[in-house]
């Protein structure tokens, strides 16, 4: 009994030793990391390699490159890990020197594994502490993470309706916390795509991409041409490719949401318009069905996020 006791002690004993180790393993892996990566203190915030992060606006940021594609601004660790996953590529990062070890670290690796260890050897990374960044960026709650990315070119009209059988327009939606929220219900739900018209707010603006959580990373969308965009081109275009154009609007004739003889369409487009306004008359009259969704109590209608949300639900019931 005394040699099963000691040898089980022993075994135990051996067993912590190995988890010290492993952990001292990952401790050093994250310090080789560190030291390997091309870290840069923020001594001054008005150097102009920071511009990128508070002085510059998005559209610039959009238009950073021409003619060549622009840059965008992702914050948190997790939106910048999904725009990673999808390809995007990092360039330059902010980070809160509280957050190296725990938030940026997943970054750090998805870098390496995606682009390789001299891509995350070279961007530069910028660190200071959380007074510092707050001053430079003008943010106090924040995540204490930021990365600039290349932007991929847009997907042309044509080619983006080719194989997507449910998508969401937004039409002229300028709110970014509206857009986000838009897409992530879209990806959420089972939308196939989305479109969004020249005026609307760009997905990647920082907000946008935040409030989405990522998603805006997860579920195809492209924006169309001005062109495209104006009167009522975009809705007979669709229409022209098999789609059932569905406005969400509120008008005599609207039927409700619950509307089988959409649901059985092989193509659909639910269009929707800015938070006040709504959907132009022109556009509501250009599509095959106006919709609502049941409302009590004396509400007429949801915000536009929200109402997206019940009718991507309802609609693919």
Known sequence: MKKLVKNATAYISILQIDKIRNTLDICTQVAYDILTMNLIEINDINAPELDVFSRISEVQLYRYNEPDMGIFLAESANVILRALEAGYEPLS????????????????D?????????KKESI???IAGHAVVSELTGYELVRGLWMTLRRKQEIPLDAFCQDKHHIAVLYDVVNPTNVGAIIRSAAALGMDGVILTYPSVD???????????GTVFQIPWTKVTKEQSAGTSLISLLQSKGYKTVAMALTDDSTSIDNDEIRASERFAVVLGSEGPGLPREIIDACDYRVRIPMYHGVDSLNVAAASAVSFWELLK
């Open 203 to 213: 997905p990647l603006t920082r907000r946008a991409s935040r409030v989405s959580m």
């Open 110 to 118: 998805a870098i390496a594994r995606i682009w390789g260890n001299e």
């Open 93 to 108: 990062m902010l980070v809160e020197t509280e957050r190296m070890e725990i938030e940026a670290a997943p970054v750090f």
């Open 124 to 126: 530069p990374v910028y």
